[in-house]
């Protein structure tokens, strides 16, 4: 143990040691300087300072010296009670012009060091005083002052005072309009540190810094007394004298008035405490004296505001005189002071119902109506509710919410009440699913992920409904084409502007986003995230395009193209710029078919050709036998192939697919890599084929890649158009090569 302590004081030692270089506090390798010393001068007298474990005050010090050479000795060791092997400095301050600056010193000290912890230093001091400490960093700080006397002795003698009284005086010696005290005190010891005097008998002690003044007419008394630099106090002697008035024919008594204040209940009683000020003015001679008195006791000095703790009615009444002698007429002020209520410390208890026609999932059809309530059981009352939709911002609740974006919501709620107290949020979720009597909204993408993502970049902030019922990232428009990162930039400006602006989000959440929108690059050249666009809304890109079988696509003014809208029939929309070996698919579709129709559709991956084989009048089941299709299906009953299916093998259910409202944008991502399929939808894994085998329609032809349900590795893409009832559009095609 002894060396374990041992090494950790060497350690203090160096690292002070460090520390005290870097301030520049070290000097002489004795941590001590005294140029002024005479050489080989012995010194007159011995001062012995020593530290022990207390990192608050020295364990012995000196308060009093002879000025003249010294030896200064600084020890902190065993000897003198240090047993944790903490290093301790004695160090005079020399920056302070209030105290001596003569003697530099600066004495690091520890029990383990090459002295035993016990250094000396030759100082030579002179009259006044020094101030000392010790700092250690990361604990306390001990301190003192030496006092530095001429000649061999202690100074034990108290100041010498005087007091000397000035102004216009009367024949009867009287003071006329004021008297002015001016006080002095001398010390031939240790000096002079301060000369205090009080007014009258009873007034506090302050410190004297400039004549007193005194204009109040009327007997006074001004007491004083001196302090040396060792603590003599000198005896407290007074000067006595009389203000009178100047002559006047002031006749007119003061103006006076008075305020009440203090914290009121809805009666106007004060609780606990009520402030009387009283304010008094006089044109002629001046105000002299203000006096008061509460109920019915006796007249006392106004000097400050009046407190009254006392419970009950109560007046305080109040007078002014002036310096001519006119006193003013009495007046009073009434009110009453009251126990404060009792402390309401228990916050409001919230509830919640959530009302709306259901399905048999349990999910509320078109619409949820969330009922918020409160009580307050502590006393103070409800001031106020409030909820947030979807991780949003705590709004104030006026009355019930209504949620009608279809998907899952929770709403967080809470209340306070008058006396401060907040109650705990309390949640409530549920699922609002489509039922074809609330129109989609008109979001200009759809993205339901969980935070707003700009890009790839990721901000954190919660992709919650707008006050449009659009989330947050539909807004961005993250997947749009745009020309320059600089206009891109501003259209997320604006769509920012106006959500703080709505309290959607606050300035961090602001912040946030427009970050990640700046870190995108999105519009910058070259920064597609590696996916190329295969048809961008544009009549160009489209034209890259060929229709095959029945039916067709026609393009739209936003830059969408639908099926079945002008010829009707089964038929294929495919892309033969080229063939893709393993990729990932990215597109948008919406349901648009009418009425309570539903959309029909897919997604063909990996089809080897499309015209010259018997199949040649139905090119669709082409692309259905020798690729495959990834089906758009919605509808709950008809074919068993649902959204996200690989047609004819894999089947996945409306639960799996999770249906989003008619009319609402859906992400759909399709990524093949060697004969595994990924199906996204809404950035949400709905399935997952590996082409190993399965259900086929017909036997292979002799140059299909193999008997056993395996397809190409490489193949042609396409979009499957059903029927004018089945319509579907379909947006922004990017593809990237695996």
């Not at 041992?6 to 001590?32: C, E, I, K, Y």
Request: glycine share 12%; aromatic share 8%.
């Amino acid at each position: 143990m002894r060396v374990r302590r041992r090494r950790a004081g060497r350690l203090w030692t160096a690292l002070l040691a460090s520390l005290l270089m870097v301030l520049g506090l070290t000097s002489t390798s004795a941590f001590g300087r005294a140029e002024d010393a005479p050489s080989g001068a012995a010194a007159a007298q011995t001062l012995t300072w020593t530290a022990g474990d207390d990192i608050t005050k020295y364990t012995s010090a000196p308060v009093t010296a002879v000025a003249g050479p010294t030896t200064i000795v600084f020890e902190n060791s065993a000897a003198t009670g240090n047993t944790t092997g903490m290093p301790h400095t004695l160090t005079f301050v020399t920056s302070d012009p209030e105290f001596n600056n003569d003697v530099e010193l600066n004495i690091l000290a520890n029990p383990f060091d090459d002295q035993g912890g016990r250094h000396t230093a030759e100082v030579t001091l002179t009259p006044g005083r020094y101030f000392y400490h010790c700092t250690i960093p990361g604990h306390g700080s001990m301190q003192g002052i030496l006092v530095v006397t001429e000649g061999s002795g202690e100074d034990t003698t108290a100041p010498e005072t005087s007091a000397a009284v000035s102004g216009t005086q009367n024949s009867a010696g009287a003071y006329v309009g004021s008297a002015t005290v001016t006080l002095s005190a001398s010390d031939a010891g240790s000096g002079v540190d301060r000369i205090e005097y009080a007014v009258g008998d009873t007034g506090a002690w302050q410190p004297y810094t400039t004549p007193v003044v005194i204009d109040q007419v009327g007997s006074h008394k001004v007491r004083y007394r001196a302090v040396d630099k060792v603590g003599n106090t000198a005896v407290e002697k007074t000067a006595e004298f009389t203000v009178v008035a100047p002559p006047t024919d002031d006749t007119t008594a003061p103006e006076t008035s008075a305020t009440v204040t203090g914290e009121k209940n809805d009666q106007g009683e004060y609780l606990s405490m009520a402030t009387v000020t009283v304010s008094a003015s006089d044109t002629g001679s001046g105000v002299n004296t203000i006096e008061y008195a509460v109920d019915s006791g006796a007249w006392q000095p106004y000097t400050a505001p009046v407190m009254v703790h006392s419970l009950g009615a109560h007046q305080v009444r109040y007078r002014a005189t002036d310096k001519a002698g006119n006193t003013a007429a009495e007046k009073s002020v009434g009110f009453t002071v009251v126990e404060p209520p009792v402390s309401d410390t228990t916050p409001p208890v919230t509830g919640v119902t959530v009302d709306g026609t259901k399905n048999s999932d349990g999910a509320y059809v078109n619409s949820a109506k969330v009922t918020v309530s409160a009580t307050d059981e502590g006393g103070s009352g409800v001031a106020a509710i409030e909820y947030s939709l979807d991780a949003g911002p705590y709004l104030a609740y006026t009355a019930p919410v209504l949620v009608d974006r279809v998907g899952a919501h929770t709403v967080a709620y809470r209340a306070s009440d008058k006396a401060g107290n907040t109650s705990e949020p309390r949640t409530v979720s549920f699922t609002v699913a489509p039922g074809g009597g609330v129109p989609a909204p008109n979001c200009p993408e759809f993205d339901e992920r969980l935070t707003v993502i700009v890009g790839t970049v990721d901000s954190g902030v919660p992709n919650r409904v707008t006050n449009n019922r659009c989330r947050i990232n539909e807004l961005i428009e993250d997947e749009k084409e745009w020309t320059s990162h600089a206009l891109f930039l501003k259209h997320a400006r604006t769509v920012l502007d106006k959500l703080l602006k709505e309290g959607v989000i606050d300035q961090r959440e602001y912040n946030a986003i427009y970050k990640a929108a700046r870190q995108s690059g999105i519009g910058k050249p070259g920064q597609t995230d590696g996916y190329s666009k295969i048809f961008d809304g544009s009549q160009e890109s489209f034209a890259k395009w060929a229709q095959v079988g029945g039916g067709s696509f026609g393009l739209n003014a936003d830059g969408s193209i639908t099926s079945g809208t002008s010829v009707g029939g089964l038929g294929m929309l495919w892309f033969p710029q080229r063939k893709y070996g393993d990729f990932s698919l990215k597109l948008q579709w919406r349901d648009d078919a009418p009425g309570t129709g539903n959309a029909n559709s897919g997604v063909f991956v990996r089809f080897p050709w499309v015209h010259d084989h018997p199949e040649e009048s139905r090119p669709e089941w082409v692309a259905i036998k020798y690729g495959h299709e990834v089906q758009v299906l919605d509808r709950p009953d008809g074919d068993m192939y649902k959204t996200g299916s690989v047609y004819g093998f894999d089947r996945v259910g409306l639960a799996g697919a999770g249906v989003t409202q008619k009319g609402t944008w859906n992400d759909y991502e399709i990524r093949v890599v060697d004969q595994h399929y990924s199906v996204f939808r809404n950035g949400v894994l709905i399935n997952e084929f590996d082409n190993i085998g399965g259900q086929d329609f017909t036997p292979p032809r002799s140059d299909d890649p193999g008997t056993d349900g395996r397809r190409f590795a490489s193949g042609y893409v396409g979009l499957q158009v059903h029927g004018t009832t089945d319509v579907v559009s379909y947006r922004d095609i990017r593809i990237k090569e695996l």
